[in-house]
């Protein structure tokens, strides 16, 4: 998995105290995201499905986010990932600029997967039109937070 970077203790990326993995590649390419060099899947560092358990298990009282980029993008290989979050009981946030009902309505069993993993969804492209710093865990009033397991 290409991985751009691993925050430890972060509280803006989800409910609680989160461990927050940025994968690399996006399709989507949002005008205004704050984090365009993570659209090339190239960007970031190669690491096992091990060495990412590993960091998120260096604090057991946290949580996780998958953000990016865009995690769906690699969902072939990151779906294994969400798997051993959940075998350590974790609770499990997705950012994707998908929408809950594109990813549903893909095709892809690989994305759909990963989906089945994800406690929460937070999703929709980023609309700089729609930017709204007084939204909890989001930039754009489009993006939702949808609670999955409820």
């Known amino acids: 998995m290409r991985v751009m970077n691993i ?12 461990t927050v993995v940025f994968f690399a590649g996006c399709p989507h390419r949002c005008f205004g995201c704050h984090n365009p060099q993570s659209w090339n899947i190239g960007n970031g560092t190669e690491m096992t499905k091990e060495e990412i ?11 996780v986010t998958f953000s990016g980029g865009d995690p769906f ?7 294994e990932l969400a798997k051993n979050v959940k075998d350590l009981q974790k609770n499990l946030w997705i950012y994707t ?17 990963l989906l089945h993993y994800a406690d929460v969804l937070v999703d929709g492209r980023f609309e700089l039109e729609m930017r709204d710093l007084t939204l909890p865990f989001r930039g754009s009033s489009n993006q939702r937070i949808i609670r999955l397991k409820e």
Do not use: C, W
């Not at 925050?7 to 989160?18: A, C, K, N």
């Not at 993008?73 to 779906?79: G, P, R, V």
């Not at 600029?97 to 994305?111: A, L, P, R, V, W």
């Open 97 to 113: 600029g998908y929408t809950f009902e594109e990813i549903q309505n893909s095709q892809n069993n690989d994305m759909i997967e």
């Open 73 to 79: 993008f690699q969902a072939s290989e990151i779906k």
């Open 7 to 18: 925050i430890h203790d972060s509280v803006v990326d989800g409910e609680g105290l989160r």
């Open 53 to 63: 358990i590993k960091e998120i298990e260096k604090n057991p009282l946290t949580d």
